[in-house]
């Protein structure tokens, strides 16, 4: 996570975005195969190779050009792989564990970025100390909260479906942005991203009906 935001804080999330949505959902699919013996319906391959595409179309663009640069790219591939590592460990958890993945998935989290910014705070020279709003401090709440729920879910999701299936299908983020800014910012699609949408919905509809 720490490398997704890297990587959007720099300007790049046209590349970001995408890469992680892609790479997050292939490694996990490839892995379920070739190791965890999972054999998806025929249905369920078409919509996953629907999906792959579609993250990137609707991805692509989303929030105006960016410059794209190699540390972006190493900051998606990084995000990427974690992203894809967490997929598959909490796939390993037994069903009595409950929420307990989660739990001990948040508090190693915690504590890695709090050694991470005593490190960073005792090497970086003496600076006036950044100020928090009340409204950034609950927006953050907003979003562990939220980030906490979607892995319960997907952790609910597994007990019933594949890896394969349910990594895919929790993917679908970049479906996100591209909603909320014809919504609310009043921002344009572009043609592809269009395309992106419906094959997206297509997709998760051939899925889900497998």
Known sequence: MTFLFRGLSRGAMSVV???????????????SVAFLGERP?????????????????ISKGTFGATSVSRHSIYDALTASGGIAIQYLCLAQADPASGLWPILSGRAT???????????????????KPATSSLSALTLSLGAGVLAAAALAAYLYA???????V???????YPVVP????????????????????VAALGATVLIALA
């Open 17 to 31: 975005v995408p890469i992680s949505a892609v790479g997050g959902v292939t490694l996990p699919v490839v892995v």
């Open 41 to 57: 319906a025929f249905v369920t391959w078409v919509g996953i190779l629907i999906a792959l595409p579609a993250f990137w179309s």
């Open 109 to 127: 989290a915690v504590m890695t970025i709090l050694l991470a910014a005593v490190v960073l705070i005792r090497n970086a020279p003496a600076r």
């Open 158 to 164: 597994l007990r019933t479906e594949f890896v394969t």
């Open 166 to 172: 349910s990594v895919v299908l929790s993917s679908l």
């Open 178 to 197: 591209v909603i909320v800014g014809l919504l609310f910012l009043s921002e344009r699609i572009h043609r592809s991203q269009a395309v992106g949408l």
